[in-house]
């Protein structure tokens, strides 16, 4: 049986799927949420460059406001940044429940306090540092010129299975300093009985890297590569317009999670990078993408994937394909998880009535009614031309 996990999470951020307004009326003119001055295109327009909202992040999360503001009319793209922001700050208001925006200030606090007592180990973390972090490999993928770089990107991915990608990416050194610090972190909540958030339902152990003042260095992680990656393989489920993420640690062995159940992740693509240690066991299994209405059917044998998991490497899947992990039977493994999340994808969806492009099952159902019809039809002919013969 396949779990959808994340939704009843109180750990989780709030989904962006519930405050970005992308539009869905009828006539396709525009959104407008219950104010009709407030509108957004249907369309983005793909060449205007978004200006940064870093510094203004109070309320909703900055890249929010950099993905939207390709949706605002026309008139309103060149206007002073301050302006488009109040204008998309109150499209977004209106769009997320009070209980929700007092759940994120909540969360918000939390961090808050965490960072001004949590004394890290290794500040080098905190921002991103491709050099320190990434293989030679991916970053001369990435240093690609534009014209080169989706196919530079293409050259250092294997796939070993449809739809999930493999590829060298962390550093020895830089696997080491994280799990260090999530050690000093876990130690310090310890001490301190500060109360820890666990990633998600389905993990008794592990730490929300968000949590602890990680977020920039994950922000990055995903605009400056992981969009680049979803952009060239996922784009049936968002590709570049990702634009939030949950990024955390899972940890396995005898003494702690020991394996992970069937799942569909809250997310439109996930990361999955593991730091180590030493371990036995502990691989992960694929078994078909799936939509809402498919998560529990069957598997088909050409989905069965099986993947074990090596320090450094990393593997990106979509958040709808179904896994889980196997048992570590021996030593620690830990791995990396980045949930990346597209806030306008998630709305898009909300329109879309039924067909699934990503969706193995949606995609076989299409290919039998089409095999059907054609039978259909061919029979239909094959009667006139008797009729005719006779
Ligand atoms: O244990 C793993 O490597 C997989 C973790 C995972 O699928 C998740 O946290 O969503
Ligand atoms: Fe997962």
């Not at 206007?79 to 209106?94: A, F, Q, S």
Request: net charge positive; with cysteine; hydrophobic share 35%.
């Amino acid at each position: 049986m396949a779990v959808e996990r994340g939704k009843d999470s109180p750990l989780l951020p709030t989904s962006p799927a519930h405050v970005a307004g992308t539009n869905g009326n009828a006539n396709g003119a525009g959104v407008a949420p219950s104010n009709a001055n407030y509108r957004l295109r249907l369309n983005p327009n793909q060449d205007h460059r978004a200006e940064n909202y870093d510094d203004l992040g109070m309320e909703f999360t900055p890249l929010l406001f950099s993905s939207l503001e390709r949706y605002l009319p026309p008139n309103l793209l060149d206007v002073p940044r301050d302006t488009k922001y109040k204008y998309m700050r109150d499209i977004l208001r209106r769009y997320s429940t009070e209980g929700e925006r007092t759940r994120e200030q909540k969360h918000k606090e939390y961090r808050q306090k965490i960072v001004s007592n949590y004394q890290p180990l290794y500040r080098e973390l905190y921002t991103m540092n491709p050099s320190m972090f990434f293989v030679q490999s991916f970053l001369k993928a990435f240093n690609a010129n534009e014209k080169n770089k989706d196919e530079s990107i293409k050259s250092i991915m294997s796939e070993p299975a449809p739809g999930v990608y493999t590829f060298d990416m962390l550093q020895p050194r830089f696997c080491e300093m994280l799990l260090s610090e999530v050690e000093n972190f876990e130690k310090w909540v310890h001490e301190t009985k500060f109360r820890i958030m666990r990633p998600n339902t389905m993990n008794k152990f592990g730490a929300v890297l968000d949590d602890f003042g990680m977020q920039g260095t994950l922000d990055k992680l995903m605009e400056d590569f992981i969009r680049h990656i979803s952009k060239i393989f996922f784009p049936d489920v968002g590709g570049y317009s990702l634009d939030s993420h949950h990024g955390f640690v899972v940890e396995y062995g005898m003494d702690r999670d020991v394996e992970l159940g069937f799942h569909v992740d809250d997310s439109e693509v996930t990361l999955n990078v593991c730091l180590g240690k030493q371990f036995t066991g502990g691989e992960l299994f694929f078994r078909g993408v799936r939509c809402e209405k498919h998560v529990n059917s069957e598997t088909h044998p050409e989905e069965i994937f099986d993947y074990p998991h090596a320090p450094g490497r990393a593997i990106i899947h979509r958040g709808r394909h179904r896994h889980g992990a196997r048992a570590t039977t021996s030593g620690h493994r830990i791995n990396l998880l980045l949930w990346c999340r597209s806030s306008v994808f998630r709305e898009l969806k909300k329109h879309k009535k039924e067909f699934i492009n990503f969706c193995g099952e949606c995609k076989r159902e299409k290919k039998a009614r089409l095999l059907h019809s054609v039978a259909a039809r061919k029979k239909e002919l094959l009667v006139g031309e008797g009729d005719v013969a006779s």
